[in-house]
T-cell receptor, first 115, second 111 residues
Framework: DAGVIQSPRHEVTEMGQEVTLRCKPI?????LFWYRQTMMRGLELLIY????????DSGMPEDRFSAKMPNASFSTLKIQPSEPRDSAVYFC?????????????FGPGTRLTVT | GENVEQHPSTLSVQEGDSAVIKCTYS??????FPWYKQELGKRPQLIID?????GEKKDQRIAVTLNKTAKHFSLHITETQPEDSAVYFC??????????FGRGTSLIVHP
């Protein structure tokens, strides 16, 4: 299995531009999570899906952020318009489900730089 | 909601020494405690976990202990090696089914 796949691995964009991050979870995993990692705030959960349905988006910082999961094998995180403070590493993770002992498998991350 | 505190934020040891990282949690319903290792520029990866019905678990040079009464758990690494250098995250998971992560500990092992 290839594991969780994220693209792009690096993204540099100018303030105001739209950014779309992509994630393909591990086949057979029913839960998908989007995290943001910064030195200041650590690892923050932004939103998670179960069976393609968004369950909790309370971690999404503001309306400029949106996420979708149109099918079991694909999810996107969009930032529009982007701002310099959005610069971070964004991780996607998947797990078999939400049960307590299901391990989360992280993707390689997308390093976003907004200038 | 759950709150996980992790200490220390940075830990520097000599190769061969032991390292201990401690975490506390607030939600008594939490019953699953994974530990992740994140090497520089890489993704977090699970290295060991413990459930609430177990007090200690070992896997070669790493071990985790859990004290449910005091709501704290710890990661112990013995005979540290330079390749152990990384950021380690603890997490607690329970009623919400979503893990709450600590802020991470940067472990530096000097050769």
């Amino acid at each position: 299995d290839a594991g969780v796949i994220q693209s792009p691995r690096h993204e540099v964009t100018e303030m105001g531009q739209e950014v779309t991050l992509r994630c393909k979870p591990i086949s057979g995993h029913n839960s998908l999570f989007w995290y943001r990692q910064t030195m200041m705030r650590g690892l923050e959960l932004l939103i998670y899906f179960n069976n393609n349905v968004p369950i909790d988006d309370s971690g999404m910082p503001e309306d400029r952020f949106s996420a979708k999961m149109p099918n079991a094998s694909f999810s996107t995180l969009k930032i529009q318009p982007s701002e310099p403070r959005d610069s971070a590493v964004y991780f996607c993770a998947s797990s078999l489900g939400l049960a307590e002992s299901y391990e989360q498998y992280f993707g390689p991350g997308t390093r976003l730089t907004v200038t | 909601g759950e709150n996980v505190e992790q200490h220390p934020s940075t830990l520097s040891v000599q190769e061969g020494d032991s390292a201990v990282i401690k975490c506390t949690y607030s939600d008594s319903a939490s019953n699953y405690f994974p530990w992740y290792k994140q090497e520089l520029g890489k993704r977090p990866q699970l290295i060991i976990d413990i459930r609430s019905n177990v007090g200690e678990k070992k896997d070669q040079r790493i071990a985790v202990t859990l004290n449910k009464t005091a709501k704290h758990f710890s990661l112990h690494i013995t005979e540290t090696q330079p390749e152990d250098s990384a950021v380690y995250f603890c997490a607690a998971k329970g009623g919400s089914y979503i893990p709450t992560f600590g802020r991470g500990t940067s472990l530096i092992v000097h050769p």
